[in-house]
């Protein structure tokens, strides 16, 4: 079965860094799309950043996090991340992974419902 386990959230100062992990089993990070998402108190889930594997270099970032993360990945390892950094207390939330599997196009899915597979979500606070 395909999982998805999130990991790295916690405390940070504004203008600190996290690096959060998203590692899959049950399938290889092939033909797919995969996405971080992040749903802060009160607000709806947004997306903050998705690549696909036939997208070749890009990733798309929300314009609200373009130019402090950046989503690396390890196919080696079944693994994306989200190396965020310069954070800001309007980042906080809880953060998600989540998977479109047999995604053969280059560009991400416009909608979430495209994402079959969630995380359980790792919290990320940004406070003084």
């Known amino acids: 079965q395909l999982q998805l386990v999130e990991s790295g959230g916690g405390v940070v100062q504004p203008g600190g860094s996290l690096r959060l992990s998203c590692a899959a089993s049950?399938?290889?990070?092939?033909?797919?799309?995969i996405g971080w998402f992040r749903q802060a108190p009160g607000k709806e889930r947004e997306g903050v950043a998705c690549m696909t594997s036939n997208g070749g270099a890009n990733t798309n970032y929300a314009d609200s996090v373009k130019g402090r993360f950046t989503m690396p990945r390890s196919n080696a390892k079944n693994s994306v991340y989200l190396q965020m950094n310069s954070l800001k207390p309007e980042d906080t939330g809880v953060y998600f992974c989540?998977?479109?599997?047999?995604?053969?196009?280059?560009?991400?899915?416009?909608?979430?419902?495209?994402?079959?597979?969630w995380g359980q979500g790792t919290q990320v606070t940004v406070s003084s």
């Open positions: 989540a998977v479109a599997a047999a995604w053969y196009g280059a560009n991400c899915p416009r909608t979430e419902l495209s994402f079959g597979s």
């Open positions: 049950g399938f290889t990070l092939d033909n797919y799309a």
